[in-house]
């Protein structure tokens, strides 16, 4: 993925439904970060956010994961260009 | 760098029991891939299975039997994402395969439960496991999954790869059990030969910290290299050992890595975890094709309205209020079918017995006190199957989800409501299911009100109070049911209110994280719901034929004895002047001022063994009451009965106030010896008892006094 595809830095929380980004910075405490990352959410991981502001749903490796709005809040994404349905693993 | 060749060996090894014994094996794996399906289907057991992540919190043991007849031991433990443990739950894990739990054989090899349909995730929690050291077998489970999300899995290509056996396996269809069955009834099994370069600069702290623990903490030499590595992707030491402490010199390693590493600004802790997805992205690739891209599941187009912000909760309050509804209107039939037979039975027995006290032991006693309470199976049987329903969809998980922002509010998060959610059947298993809560403060918080959600045995008490307030057929099921809501969301408020003092007060803490799997939704497995029902209906009759029968006896025998030298007293006097009368007369001052009399007070005290026995008590002692009038219901000898001046006992408000009190109430002994054994203190359970109580006697004072003061 080339470097200008990817646009604003904004927590996971903020991503609007149907857009695609990838975990770029895990802010929260360490044995939250651990979690998410051995889950498969760590950085570099791409994740689709299907619904939610307060609580959001994703969609990261084809499994529908539950956030809360502080653990949202704790993932920040890098947006990416709308995918494809499917393309987002 | 290369880890020690006898940690992941590269040339093929292989392995057998120490000794002639048959092996045991445990059964692990991430949180709802079918482990206990799978335990299930090898053992014959019928363990509880779910569509939710968390269901088993706790290790059962079974037998399966080897090709060759030989019994095999089966540990089947909750689910995981890490042997890294954040929860209750998942330390039970971790301590089996370590061997720390002194009650639990260490297993000689492991089955790996994997959902296909999730490889990648799913094979980080195989690569910690092949770190032990132990044969290991990976049972590829939920392959019709994975083809359903367009992927092929290939099960030859990962055998190949990892080098031990991997077998293709859908638990739910019983496809794939004998291959798995003959793999694990093989004498000697091959230890993994796929390796994993830990990162360079990880390595020396691995080899020290391994050393040191098993050197300085007796651990045999694989255990501590796993340990060694959780200890540096979890530096909360008391987390990863256990309540054993470590030694000050694996202290004294941890603490230098750490300070070293933050001097040097590096996240190694991370970097471990990433090489090992690293290692494992691969292995996916190679074993792993995608034979068409999907679009938006079937599961994601019912999400988009379950989980809508607005559509969810229509929906979720149509399915509470469905349930309400069924218990009113479907349960009818059969209660009067039941509540026929009883009374019949009771007069055959009365007629066939000539007059005395066995007659009187066995129809007022035994047949109106056990008879009472039995004729709620119904209503019980259909609050079981909405549980179930709930469970095997996976709509569990999206109620959590939905629940997530009002819980926020009071400093919870939806992964409480679980728990709760399981608490309106039965507040035992919903305190057992908070080990998936990974913060403490939260968890206890989640234990002390969960008993404050309505639960089973509080359904005969409202119906039983709902039948004396609202008597007749005539009356719409609505008005019954809106009644009986109107009981569970004074519960569910409760709930939230204490939630919220608790958070603020005994347990300060920051609103906890929550990341949670929501499991694609499946069709209801009516024949598990079925015999859960029957499961818990036989336990209903099981109670009402031990213990209910007991109390009835006893109470019946207290409520009985000494007789009145007069024998022209009334039934009345004659209770009054019983044991039980005398200790009903002695409670009567404190809870005269909620509209109660003794006669309920011998209820709210015989109660605390379980909320139902109430039910029981009043069958008793109104039974013997109202002895020459045969077959009048509960609720018509309610209607009857007075205080001394001639008012009548149970107006429509002493019904609420009852109502009130068994919502609040603490009165379930089981619930407080399961609240001692998960807090292992006696300090929240007498709290909770406290609270609970109190907050009862409170509400009801309340509610009767502003009602007497309007007149009613």
């Given at each position: 993925?080339?470097?200008?595809?990817?646009?604003?830095?904004?927590?996971?929380?903020?991503?609007?439904?149907?857009?695609?980004?990838?975990?770029?910075?895990?802010?929260?405490?360490?044995?939250?970060?651990?979690?998410?990352?051995?889950?498969?959410?760590?950085?570099?991981?791409?994740?689709?956010?299907?619904?939610?502001?307060?609580?959001?749903?994703?969609?990261?490796n084809?499994?529908?994961?539950?956030?809360?709005?502080?653990?949202?809040?704790?993932?920040?994404?890098?947006?990416?260009?709308?995918?494809?349905?499917?393309?987002?693993? | 760098?290369?880890?020690?060749?006898?940690?992941?060996?590269?040339?093929?090894?292989?392995?057998?029991?120490?000794?002639?014994?048959?092996?045991?094996?445990?059964?692990?794996?991430?949180?709802?891939?079918?482990?206990?399906?799978?335990?299930?289907?090898l053992?014959?057991l019928?363990?509880?299975?779910?569509?939710y992540?968390?269901?088993?919190?706790?290790?059962?043991?079974?037998?399966?039997?080897?090709?060759?007849?030989?019994?095999?031991?089966?540990?089947?433990?909750?689910?995981?994402?890490?042997?890294?443990?954040?929860?209750?739950?998942?330390?039970?894990?971790?301590?089996?395969?370590?061997?720390?739990?002194?009650?639990?054989?260490?297993?000689?090899?492991?089955?790996?439960?994997?959902?296909?349909?999730?490889?990648?995730?799913?094979?980080?929690?195989?690569?910690?496991?092949?770190?032990?050291?132990?044969?290991?077998?990976?049972?590829?489970?939920?392959?019709?999954?994975?083809?359903?999300?367009?992927?092929?899995?290939?099960?030859?290509?990962?055998?190949?790869?990892?080098?031990?056996?991997?077998?293709?396996?859908?638990?739910?269809?019983?496809?794939?059990?004998?291959?798995?069955?003959?793999?694990?009834?093989?004498?000697?099994?091959?230890?993994?030969?796929?390796?994993?370069?830990?990162?360079?600069?990880?390595?020396?702290?691995?080899?020290?910290?391994?050393?040191?623990?098993?050197?300085?903490?007796?651990?045999?030499?694989?255990?501590?290299?796993?340990?060694?590595?959780?200890?540096?992707?979890?530096?909360?030491?008391?987390?990863?050992?256990?309540?054993?402490?470590?030694?000050?010199?694996?202290?004294?390693?941890?603490?230098?890595?750490?300070?070293?590493?933050?001097?040097?600004?590096?996240?190694?802790?991370?970097?471990?975890?990433?090489?090992?997805?690293?290692?494992?992205?691969?292995?996916?690739?190679?074993?792993?094709?995608?034979?068409?891209?999907?679009g938006?599941?079937?599961?994601?187009?019912?999400?988009?309205?379950?989980?809508?912000?607005?559509?969810?909760?229509?929906?979720?309050?149509?399915?509470?209020?469905?349930?309400?509804?069924?218990?009113?209107?479907?349960?009818?039939?059969?209660?009067?079918?039941?509540?026929g037979?009883?009374?019949?039975?009771?007069?055959?027995?009365?007629?066939?017995?000539?007059?005395?006290?066995?007659?009187?032991?066995?129809?007022?006693?035994?047949?109106?006190?056990?008879?009472?309470?039995?004729?709620?199976?119904?209503?019980?049987?259909?609050?079981?199957?909405?549980?179930?329903?709930?469970?095997?969809?996976?709509?569990?998980?999206?109620?959590?989800?939905?629940?997530?922002?009002?819980?926020?509010?009071?400093?919870?998060?939806?992964?409480?409501?679980?728990?709760?959610?399981?608490?309106?059947?039965?507040?035992?298993?919903?305190?057992?299911?908070?080990?998936?809560?990974?913060?403490?403060?939260?968890?206890?918080v989640?234990?002390?009100?969960?008993?404050?959600?309505?639960?089973?045995?509080?359904?005969?008490?409202?119906?039983?109070?709902?039948?004396?307030?609202?008597?007749?057929?005539?009356?719409?099921?609505?008005?019954?049911?809106?009644i009986?809501?109107?009981?569970?969301?004074?519960?569910?408020?409760?709930?939230?209110?204490?939630?919220?003092?608790?958070?603020?007060?005994?347990?300060?803490?920051?609103?906890?994280h929550?990341?949670?799997?929501?499991?694609?939704?499946?069709?209801?497995?009516?024949?598990?719901?079925?015999?859960?029902m029957?499961?818990?209906?036989?336990?209903?009759?099981k109670?009402?034929?031990?213990?209910?029968?007991?109390?009835?006896?006893?109470?019946?025998?207290?409520s009985?004895?000494?007789?009145?030298?007069?024998?022209?007293?009334?039934?009345?006097?004659?209770i009054?002047?019983?044991?039980?009368?005398?200790?009903?007369?002695?409670?009567?001052?404190?809870?005269?001022p909620l509209?109660f009399?003794?006669?309920?007070?011998?209820?709210?005290?015989?109660?605390?063994?379980?909320?139902?026995?109430?039910?029981?008590?009043?069958?008793?002692?109104?039974?013997?009451?109202?002895?020459?009038?045969?077959?009048?219901?509960?609720?018509?000898?309610?209607?009857?009965?007075?205080?001394?001046?001639?008012?009548?006992l149970?107006?429509?408000?002493?019904?609420?106030?009852?109502?009130?009190?068994?919502?609040?109430?603490?009165?379930?002994?089981?619930?407080?010896?399961?609240?001692?054994?998960?807090?292992?203190?006696?300090?929240?359970?007498?709290?909770?008892?406290?609270?609970?109580?109190?907050?009862?006697?409170?509400?009801?004072?309340?509610?009767y006094?502003?009602?007497?003061?309007?007149?009613?």
């Amino acid at each position: 993925m080339p470097a200008s595809a990817f646009s604003a830095r904004v927590q996971l929380c903020q991503l609007p439904a149907g857009a695609t980004g990838r975990v770029c910075q895990l802010t929260g405490d360490e044995s939250f970060c651990q979690r998410v990352r051995e889950m498969g959410f760590g950085e570099a991981a791409l994740v689709t956010k299907i619904s939610g502001t307060t609580t959001s749903l994703c969609l990261v490796n084809g499994t529908r994961i539950a956030l809360n709005h502080r653990a949202a809040m704790s993932i920040m994404v890098e947006t990416l260009p709308a995918l494809p349905a499917g393309k987002a693993e | 760098m290369k880890l020690p060749s006898h940690i992941t060996p590269s040339a093929r090894r292989r392995t057998g029991p120490a000794s002639d014994r048959s092996p045991v094996y445990a059964m692990v794996g991430n949180p709802n891939c079918g482990k206990t399906t799978l335990f299930n289907a090898l053992t014959g057991l019928r363990q509880k299975v779910g569509n939710y992540p968390g269901v088993t919190v706790e290790k059962k043991i079974g037998t399966a039997w080897s090709q060759h007849g030989k019994p095999i031991q089966v540990i089947d433990l909750p689910g995981a994402y890490s042997l890294a443990a954040r929860s209750p739950d998942e330390a039970v894990l971790r301590d089996v395969l370590f061997g720390r739990r002194e009650d639990t054989p260490q297993p000689d090899r492991i089955i790996c439960v994997v959902d296909a349909a999730n490889l990648e995730r799913n094979l980080y929690l195989v690569h910690q496991v092949l770190d032990l050291g132990r044969p290991v077998i990976i049972a590829l489970n939920m392959m019709d999954m994975a083809a359903a999300a367009g992927m092929k899995v290939d099960a030859a290509e990962l055998e190949g790869a990892l080098g031990i056996p991997v077998v293709a396996c859908e638990a739910v269809h019983g496809k794939g059990l004998v291959e798995l069955r003959l793999a694990m009834s093989r004498a000697e099994l091959p230890l993994a030969r796929h390796s994993w370069d830990v990162p360079v600069a990880v390595a020396p702290a691995v080899a020290e910290l391994q050393a040191s623990l098993t050197d300085h903490d007796g651990r045999p030499p694989l255990i501590a290299r796993a340990e060694a590595l959780l200890l540096l992707t979890d530096f909360d030491t008391v987390r990863v050992a256990g309540s054993k402490p470590l030694s000050g010199r694996t202290h004294g390693i941890l603490d230098h890595w750490r300070r070293r590493w933050e001097g040097e600004g590096a996240d190694w802790a991370a970097a471990l975890i990433r090489s090992r997805y690293e290692a494992i992205g691969p292995l996916c690739r190679q074993a792993v094709v995608r034979t068409r891209e999907q679009g938006p599941s079937r599961s994601d187009r019912i999400d988009a309205v379950l989980c809508h912000s607005v559509w969810g909760w229509v929906v979720f309050g149509a399915i509470m209020a469905a349930l309400f509804f069924s218990i009113f209107s479907l349960a009818e039939a059969p209660m009067n079918f039941i509540d026929g037979r009883v009374a019949a039975f009771g007069s055959w027995v009365k007629d066939a017995m000539l007059a005395g006290p066995l007659r009187d032991l066995l129809t007022d006693g035994i047949i109106g006190g056990v008879g009472s309470v039995i004729i709620f199976l119904p209503q019980i049987l259909i609050l079981f199957f909405f549980v179930g329903l709930l469970e095997s969809t996976g709509y569990m998980a999206r109620a959590a989800f939905i629940m997530d922002r009002p819980m926020s509010k009071v400093g919870l998060n939806g992964r409480s409501f679980i728990p709760l959610l399981g608490s309106y059947a039965c507040a035992i298993p919903g305190i057992m299911a908070t080990r998936t809560i990974e913060n403490a403060k939260d968890r206890l918080v989640t234990i002390l009100v969960a008993p404050l959600m309505s639960c089973s045995a509080r359904l005969p008490v409202y119906l039983l109070m709902i039948a004396t307030l609202l008597p007749g057929d005539t009356v719409p099921a609505g008005r019954k049911a809106g009644i009986m809501v109107l009981m569970y969301a004074l519960g569910t408020l409760g709930v939230f209110s204490f939630a919220w003092v608790f958070k603020r007060t005994l347990f300060k803490g920051a609103p906890p994280h929550m990341i949670m799997e929501l499991p694609p939704y499946q069709p209801p497995r009516f024949m598990e719901i079925t015999r859960h029902m029957a499961e818990r209906g036989w336990l209903f009759l099981k109670n009402a034929g031990t213990i209910i029968l007991a109390i009835s006896i006893v109470l019946w025998f207290l409520s009985t004895y000494p007789k009145l030298p007069n024998p022209d007293a009334t039934k009345t006097e004659q209770i009054a002047h019983s044991f039980a009368g005398q200790a009903g007369h002695l409670l009567e001052p404190v809870i005269k001022p909620l509209g109660f009399d003794w006669r309920i007070g011998i209820g709210l005290i015989t109660s605390f063994a379980a909320r139902e026995v109430f039910v029981n008590s009043m069958g008793v002692i109104f039974g013997i009451e109202n002895a020459e009038d045969d077959n009048v219901p509960l609720r018509d000898a309610f209607r009857r009965a007075t205080w001394p001046g001639g008012a009548p006992l149970f107006t429509p408000l002493v019904c609420l106030s009852l109502m009130v009190y068994y919502v609040f109430a603490m009165q379930c002994m089981s619930t407080v010896a399961v609240v001692k054994r998960e807090t292992n203190s006696w300090r929240w359970p007498l709290f909770q008892i406290g609270y609970m109580t109190g907050t009862a006697w409170l509400a009801c004072f309340i509610l009767y006094q502003i009602g007497r003061a309007f007149g009613y």
